[in-house]
């Protein structure tokens, strides 16, 4: 058999993400099922705590995460207010990973960022749990379907082939620089309260060329971030927490997810600003 | 030597459901424990969020997860706020899966609705922990007897037989339908605020064969949910989350637990009606 | 090849703590980029919950759940708000396990509770990822090291020898005893609302050898707390929670953890008398 080599490890990665939480047994009851199809698969949470039913802030938080993992990972993803609506449920193979989940734009980053493959939709019962719920996909399509995947079963198998251009998509442009502005949003409040931005790093490259402001100097000409909504204007930056002067003090960062970040030294930037996600931000070179 | 055959995976599962959080480390030294007895057993984590020393809570989300796990799972429970007591700690084999923890209710419904095999009181220490605290059994007695179990050792060399008459049991009994009533309670709150009752689905088999309300048609002869105590009733139903119509509506759906649910399109309901676990509702058909 | 030992199990273990939360999906990339580099290791999670920067409390957490890990364990351990900064990035030898992550005390119980073996501050970037970031080395070196270390990788290879003594290192002195009276503080607060302090058990042998306070006989010979900010005395003190008598009753009792513990019968001690984390008390036998 021609079997196509999507599980190099021993033990193949099935990753999750969802908006479940950890309080309901749901992801318990998904890596159950995920067990009982692929023994020897090792689930990985990605996350649990997407904002609920917010593609986007799950779509970022996939496209942050999913390069870290091994090849032939499954990613499993389920931020679904659309489930059992007539939304396809889809299996798609881009660069050397799997991706199960609705069709609702989840994937927008991946299929922007890697080379497509091919897709199907989960029209295949074999591969479901016998009882299928109008509620609770992630249990009864998509968990046994990555199980599947992870045991190397053929994507094809799954169920009916779906073109890449059929595939929904949310935007995921990064915002545009015009002159030395850019108009962008916040995307992303992480745990410490750091503000994360739709600037991609590679937009701003004077972020990590120019000299770094110590608080002793002219700022003038150092590149700045404005919160229009909020009156306030944030003109330092730093490589990094520990760098910034004083507690307290608002700062520009180079943030891991490769995006710019802002940050309140030994502080809260979103309590700070009073700051939510999707806010509008200009940032100055 | 005659063994029974628990572990039919490579890997043996051990199931997890407390109320400890994730916080702590509580629950991490208890796989560190697991880790060391039985390298090759795969934990995962049902929750660790169940509301601090709610059995009835516990019992029910087991209750909605076990059927999902392999066959020779071993369940380690632990909500216990009778830890140090005279209450008993016990193991039971119950259809094709294992229930380790104290024995104060937490497996009511296990024992209403599998084939009970046998059970023991955890009383043979050389299957714990070498020191037993009186605060943390779940670390002490309730992981290593876990282990053992994932390990293939007999139940029955664990302590001493229990009859299944003499295990501690809550009330799991459904509500019962009178006419077209039925008086019931909310058990569950999810993380989207999603309120589930204790009436099973096969109590309400309109539920799944009426027409489906719509929106757009007299609804005085679909079935209703009232909540006595906060002066609502809703008398729309659902299959799925994204056919009710409007945002902010509230509406009746068959939940993924098996269990009749209550909804708000794009809302909370929890927060849209202050509802509370255990707040008393009336069924009507 | 004069290989150590470092994994006598099948699966060695990698056990995670940090303060990142799980909401971000940082603690998934780091088990990622574990499973890229040893699939075969288990990782296990203590705490993602460490109050945000808090190197004392990610240390006492660490010091109370290391112990009951397999030998060889690796502890990959990242509280850091000098991430970037010129802090060191170290892996520990200690007793029979490896300790990774920041040189900023997070270690401090455990070098002073086991036998130092050998340590090196982690500058060979041949084991970390090929980009480090100045913002996230969980995930850009202390997971890839750790991940070597439980493939086998020997320490020494990791980067350059540093001394024991050169280890930063917080104050995990225990709390004097003077005459009957121990001068302390609130050192944890756990998910019940639990209050742990800093007064190890076995400084306060009465606890377990004074008759019990049943509640129904004079009280002022027994052992006490008082909270000199907060103007509380508590001199009850139970082996367990459920041998409280009364709902709401405060009471000492010997926490888990090896520490003296406060709790409220069936309540929260921490909202009970508005307690934080850090508040001294003074201990009276």
Redesign the interface.
Known sequence: MNHQSTTP???P?I?L?T???????????M???I??IA??A????????VA??NIPSGAW??S??YR???QG?VFVCVVD?????S?NAIAVRAGDKFFVGPDNGLFSYVLAQQTFHNAVVLSNPAYHLPQV????HG??IFAPVGAHLANGVELSVLGTAIDSTKLQRIDTEPPLRQGGYIEAHII?I???GNLITDIPLTLVPELSSSPIDRGNQHVDSQPGINFPTLGTVINRHY?????SADDGQPFI????SGYVGIAVR?GNAAMTFGAEMGIPITYKS
Do not use: W
């Open positions: 490890n021993s033990r990665v990753a993400l908006d479940f939480g950890q309080g309901d047994g749901d992801v318990g009851v890596k159950g099922v067990a009982s023994p020897d090792q689930t990985i949470d990605i996350t649990h705590e609920p039913q938080i996939l942050t995460a870290y993992f091994p990972t207010p659309g489930v059992g609506s939304r719920s109008s509620t609770f249990r009864d992303h992480d745990r410490f490589r990094f927490f520990a760098e960062y180079a943030d891991s030994n």
